[in-house]
């Protein structure tokens, strides 16, 4: 059985920094890709980043040169460094996890960006 657990979400300010961490079990973890998506009321969910099973990134637009991913074999997990935050309603950040076969999403946890 696949587990997703997110954390590191909470009130920032602008300016700020959060990191946030996604640990997974029940999969082989270096076959799965791990991406980072957004969704605040009343719109889709949003690619903010994704890491490969070999390492390589890609950002969506709004967050290049200010977040970083990166994941951890021995730990089973994928930090998303999120720096210079912008002023933002409360959203929900999702771990999702794609492996050949199928496609997990975390519960997810959420991030308030204001003063």
């Known amino acids: 059985q696949v587990h997703i657990v997110e954390s590191g979400g909470g009130l920032v300010q602008p300016g700020g920094s959060l990191t946030l961490s996604c640990e997974v079990s029940?999969?082989?973890?270096?076959?799965?890709?791990i991406s980072w998506f957004r969704q605040d009321a009343g719109n889709k969910r949003e690619l903010v980043a994704v890491i490969g099973r070999s390492g390589g990134t890609n950002y969506g637009d709004s967050v290049k040169g200010r977040f970083t991913i990166s994941r951890d074999s021995a730990k089973k997990s994928v930090s998303l460094q999120m720096t210079s935050l912008k002023p933002d309603k409360a959203s929900l950040h999702y771990c999702n996890v794609l492996t050949a076969l199928e496609n997990y999403w975390g519960q997810g946890t959420q991030v308030i960006v204001s003063s």
């Open positions: 029940g999969i082989t973890f270096n076959r799965a890709a």
